[in-house]
């Protein structure tokens, strides 16, 4: 490895490490070259390799700072040019940021929240979504806690969403909330989902026996959506995002934190996905989707203190 990137390394993982804050100013060339007993000529090149990065920003005639998404970049930049390996919940929200970020996540075939924790304790996955609720009423920590343990279980918040039953216009059976689906036509998703699990805490919570509510399983939020809008289904549980479009009527249920699974050893090459969810356009785009709440999304919280 070259000088120049020996020493943005040295400054990205100073940045990453919280030893420069969003924001603070940098020494400038000829301090930097100096500190560093090296020459002007590679002090300026590696300021110029973080700013490719986005790690810092230059301007003229005054010192670089280290950029708002600062520590972001940098994770992505020390990562190097490693693809993120992602499994787990289908979510609309999701589909949208993984077309934002083309190539730099690849996608495991493990569909669902629980079969996308069994792939990362595999290592087929270095991070899964989910939106499991234990019996405790707490969201994804206990399963994280379980299946990455002794591995520094790590919470990535993206967002929480809004699940609910999707009913035809007009409500022609008269649904005002799960005890209501008893001898109907219920869309399921597949068992391993998030979705799944709630609906099956749902029935029970009104005392219903979940196997006795029937109906087709789907693979996704969409394939629920078009079945209630068909006619092939009285309803269906899913997000409120996949009523908007068929014109479907939205009964609301429970708010969800749907968040990343992953160790800590990972969380450096999940960087473009926190950069991603913090990205104006994406944010906006999500958003407008409806039944979103970003308010703290990129949120770590580290499951083993």
């Known amino acids: 490895m070259t000088r120049y990137l020996d020493l943005g390394a040295e400054l990205a993982r100073a940045v990453v490490a919280g030893e420069l804050a969003a924001g603070a100013e940098l020494p400038s060339v000829r301090d930097l070259a100096a500190a560093r007993s090296t020459t002007a000529a590679t002090a300026s090149r590696a300021y110029r390799h973080l700013a490719e990065h986005g790690v810092i920003r230059l301007e003229p005639r005054r ?35 993984l077309r934002h970020l083309g190539d730099r996540v690849s996608v495991v075939p493990a569909h669902g929240s629980l079969h996308g924790l069994a792939a990362v304790a595999s290592n087929v996955a270095d991070g899964a979504t989910a939106h499991l609720r234990h019996h405790s009423g707490v969201y994804n920590a206990p399963f994280a806690r379980a299946v990455l343990r002794g591995r520094h279980p790590i919470l990535l918040h993206l967002w929480r969403r809004e699940q609910g039953l999707l009913l035809p216009a007009g409500n022609p059976r008269g649904i005002s909330g799960p005890a209501d689906l008893r001898g109907l036509r219920v869309a399921k998703r597949s068992p391993g989902t998030g979705t799944r699990v709630l609906l099956d805490h749902a029935l029970s919570a009104a005392g219903l026996e979940p196997d006795g509510v029937t109906g087709p399983e789907f693979g996704t939020h969409l394939e629920v959506a078009l079945a209630v809008a068909a006619g092939a289904v009285d309803t269906g549980l899913a997000v409120r995002s996949a009523a908007a479009d068929l014109d479907l009527g939205f009964l609301p249920l429970a708010w969800e934190d749907y968040d990343l699974v992953l160790a800590a050893d990972a969380l450096d090459a999940a960087a473009p996905l926190v950069e991603a969810v913090h990205d104006p356009g994406v944010h906006a785009a999500i958003t407008a989707l409806g039944g979103y709440d970003l308010g703290r999304a990129g949120s770590v919280e580290n499951l083993t203190i």
């Open 63 to 97: 010192r670089a700072r280290v950029s708002q998404d600062g520590a972001t970049s940098a994770r992505r930049l020390l990562a190097g040019a490693s693809v993120f390996r992602l499994a787990g919940s289908d979510d609309p929200a999701m589909s949208l940021l």
